[in-house]
Structures are given as structure tokens and as C-alpha cells.
């Protein structure tokens, strides 16, 4: 069983940076992030690998997100640059102990991710 504890949702106003952290305990092969505005479904933001590193981004956050790991804490960050109004969403840690597929749209289904975080309020506004 696996638990994830995320951290560092807050509010800021636009083109502003934050950085979330989750720690998670137990063997993994790939950690997550979703996020969840007012109304909305669900969505993948990244997500990265445990061995190797691959990365998956999705194409709403190109150029401003980015995630990274430390394998000895267990830990993956998600750094937010240039947030927008839009950004503001609930942000969901997600983790998984299998990968049966490196697809892009693989990682992107929320059900291929088998543990979740409480959440996070990210709240972008001026």
C-alpha cells in the first residue's frame, strides 16, 4: 500500500511561480499529477517515471510545468511557472507500483493510477 502527502498549494496571482511536493511511502514505478478545476473533470497535468525518468506533459502546461524526483526521499515535485488564472484547480498527487504501457495516453487515464493524494488547493488571482 502505498500513501502519498502532498504539499505547497496556496493562492498567488498571476505569472507568479509554486512548487508542490509529494512524499510517498512504499515501491513505485511512476508518480503523477492531476489536477481538478471548479466544474471540470479531472485532468493529467505530468508525470514521470521512477526508473529512467521519462516525462509526460501535457500539452496545456508545455513550456511552464515541469516535474522532477528524488528517488532517495521518495519525493516528486511539480514546479509552476507563469501560472494563470486557469491553473486554479485542486492538484492531485497520483502514483502507481505498475506500467504496462510507456504511451503517452496511457499515462494521461486516470485510472492507471492506483493511489492518490488528498489534494491541493492551487488558487491563481488577482
Known amino acids: 500500500q502505498v500513501q502519498l502527502v502532498e504539499s505547497g498549494g496556496e493562492s498567488v496571482q498571476p505569472g507568479n511561480s509554486l512548487r508542490l511536493s509529494c512524499v510517498a511511502s512504499?515501491?513505485?514505478?511512476?508518480m503523477g499529477w492531476f489536477r481538478q478545476g471548479p466544474g471540470k473533470e479531472r485532468e493529467f497535468v505530468l508525470g514521470?517515471?521512477?526508473?529512467?525518468?521519462?516525462?509526460y506533459t501535457a500539452d496545456s502546461v508545455q513550456g511552464r510545468f515541469s516535474v522532477s524526483k528524488d528517488n532517495f526521499a521518495n519525493t516528486a515535485y511539480l514546479q509552476m511557472n507563469n501560472l494563470r488564472p486557469e491553473d486554479t484547480a485542486v492538484y492531485y498527487c497520483?502514483?502507481?507500483?505498475?506500467?504496462?504501457?510507456?504511451?503517452?495516453?496511457?499515462?494521461?487515464?486516470?485510472?492507471?493510477?492506483?493511489?492518490w493524494g488528498q489534494g491541493t488547493q492551487v488558487t491563481v488571482s488577482s
Open positions: 512504499g515501491r513505485l514505478r511512476a
Open positions: 514521470i517515471t521512477w526508473i529512467g525518468g521519462i516525462i
Open positions: 497520483a502514483a502507481t507500483d505498475r506500467v504496462y504501457s510507456n504511451s503517452n495516453e496511457y499515462f494521461t487515464e486516470v485510472s492507471n493510477w492506483n493511489y
